[in-house]
Nanobody, 123 residues
C-alpha cells in the first residue's frame, strides 16, 4: 500500500500563489502515476494533473494548463502542485492520489488517496 499525506494548504488572496505538497511513502514500486485532484463543496472531484513516477512525464486537465504545475521533489518522495494566479473558484479540498495506471485522469483508477488539504482563495 502507498501512503500519501498532503500539506501546504491555507488561505490565499485572489491573484496569489500557493504550493501544496504530497509526501509519498510505502510500496511506491506499485505506483506508476501520482495525481492531484480537487473537490469543491457540492461538486464532483476534479482532475488537475498527474506525473509519471518513472520519468516525470506530466499530464494536465485542459482547464488547468498554464496556472498549475506538477513536479516531483525530494528524491521522488514528494509531489508538488504549484498554483499561480489563484481565483475564488479554485477554493476546494486538494487531494493527491496514486495509481498503477500508466496514465489516467479518472479518479476511480486511483486506489490510494491522501486526506486532503484545504485551499481557500478569498480577500
Amino acid at each position: 500500500q502507498v501512503q500519501l499525506v498532503e500539506s501546504g494548504g491555507g488561505l490565499v488572496q485572489p491573484g496569489g500563489s500557493l504550493t501544496v505538497s504530497c509526501a509519498v511513502s510505502g510500496r511506491t514500486y506499485t505506483t506508476n502515476v501520482v495525481g492531484w485532484f480537487r473537490q469543491a463543496p457540492g461538486k464532483e472531484r476534479e482532475f488537475i494533473a498527474s506525473i509519471r513516477w518513472s520519468d516525470s512525464r506530466t499530464n494536465y486537465a485542459n482547464s488547468m494548463k498554464g496556472r498549475f504545475t506538477i513536479s516531483q521533489a525530494h528524491a521522488k518522495t514528494a509531489v508538488l502542485l504549484q498554483m499561480n494566479d489563484l481565483k475564488p473558484e479554485d477554493t476546494a479540498v486538494y487531494y493527491c492520489a496514486a495509481s498503477a495506471y500508466i496514465i489516467t485522469k479518472i479518479a476511480t483508477h486511483y486506489n490510494s488517496w491522501g486526506q486532503g488539504t484545504q485551499v481557500t482563495v478569498s480577500s
